[in-house]
């Protein structure tokens, strides 16, 4: 049911913004896509929500590119919706999040990561428009035949790249959701995909 499938799809990016907030709050290096519009945020202005939105815009185009097809347009809603519950994270329920402690520092970024992974395995059940970064991922492995997780691996080595081209926040934390973030969405991918197809019985 559509209503079903709208749910899955917004409470997943819900919780995918969660995790993205939580991750950059830990201070011990973002997601190399989050490290890349927190540099673009902090050296050109605007808020981190709104460079999601920009970037995923340009790479509407890019994957349109490399797939040989027309953009999808309508992914501009997902991207949007990314942009503002990142914003409404990070700058109105985080605002005073600010931990000093190393172990508290861990703590937040590996709940913020499982969050992260989580919202992604998610959404994607509901097979609307995804995130351009994550329509990468799809396009990586279509063409290479690679698993999920290894298609997400290779995406967020090339955002890496990118990110230290505008200074982002990058350490410890974006070498682990490098390596980490897809095997965890594999993990929690089959899951969701059962609990879909439960409550779908028109999937």
Not at 126 to 144: G, Q, T, W
């Amino acid at each position: 049911m559509f209503i079903r499938r709208s749910l899955f799809f917004v409470i997943g990016l819900f919780i995918i913004s969660f995790g993205v907030g939580l991750t950059i709050k830990a201070d011990l290096g973002a997601g190399a896509w989050d490290a890349l519009n927190v540099g673009l945020s902090n050296t050109i202005g605007l808020t981190v929500g709104s460079w999601v939105i920009i970037v995923g815009v340009i790479l509407i185009f890019v994957n349109a590119v490399l797939l040989k097809k027309k953009p999808e347009y309508l992914a501009v809603i997902t991207i949007f919706l990314v942009g503002m519950f990142i914003d409404f994270w990070l700058l109105l329920i985080m605002k005073n999040l600010d931990p000093d402690q190393f172990i508290v520092k861990l703590v937040l970024f590996a709940v913020g990561l499982l969050f992260l992974a989580m919202g992604i395995a998610i959404y994607l059940q509901a097979k609307f428009p995804l995130i351009p970064i994550d329509n990468f991922m799809i396009a990586i492995r279509e063409r290479l035949h690679v698993s999920l997780g290894m298609a997400k691996t290779i995406g967020e080595l090339t955002a890496l790249l990118l990110a230290f081209l505008f200074n982002g926040p990058i350490g410890l934390g974006t070498i682990l959701v490098t390596f980490l973030i897809g095997p965890i969405i594999q993990f929690f991918f089959p899951y969701f995909e059962r609990l879909m197809n439960r409550t779908n019985p028109s999937h």
